[in-house]
Structure formats: C-alpha cells, structure tokens
C-alpha cells in the first residue's frame, strides 16, 4: 500500500511540475513553440485553462486506472506509473530548459 501511494505521488508531483513549467513558459513566450499539435489546437479554442483542464483529466483517468489494477497487476502499477512520471519528467525538462535558453537569450 505505501508502494502504491509512492509511485502515485510521484507521477502526480511529477505531472504537475510539467503542468506549471508549461504554464509558465506559455506565459512568457507564447504557444507557438509547443511541438503537440494537440495541445497548440486545444490552446487555440480554450486557451490555457482548457489544456490545464485536459492535463488535470489525463491525470485523473491515469491514477484510476493504476489505482483500479494495482491489487490484481501490481506490474501495471509500476511499468505503467514509471511510464506517466518519466513523460511527466521529460516534460518538466523540456520545457525548464526552453524557459531558460529563451531567458538567455533575451538578456544577451
């Protein structure tokens, strides 16, 4: 049970840490450097409270999923929470170092 709390924590933590560094650099820099289509349409019709929203439901629908199947395939549990924290972790990535080069840039 703590495993599962665990590895759920940290998919979440680790999507919400995406979530606010892409917040932030569409703030500052606008959408057009988003390389998901998906989410440049999205942002399009809604705006950033509609690609939070979409975020918010990915996470949801992720950790029930991984919450439902935990008991009966706990590998579900850790392949499938591995796989959502790294997207979430690359994400973070990306997007911290696109904040920072753009901010480098600005400055020189």
Do not use: C
């Amino acid at each position: 049970m703590l495993t599962t709390r665990i590895i759920l924590a940290g998919l979440v933590l680790a999507q919400l840490i995406d979530a606010l560094t892409f917040t932030i650099g569409v703030s500052r820099f606008g959408i057009g450097l988003e390389s998901n289509g998906l989410i440049g349409v999205l942002y399009g019709i809604g705006g950033l409270p509609a690609v939070l929203a979409v975020k918010v439901g990915a996470i949801l629908l992720t950790l029930s999923v991984l919450v439902t199947m935990a008991d009966d395939h706990p590998r579900l549990l850790v392949w499938g929470g591995a796989a959502a924290t790294a997207m979430g972790l690359l994400g973070f990535a990306t997007n911290t170092i696109t904040i920072v080069a753009l901010s480098q840039h600005a400055i020189v």
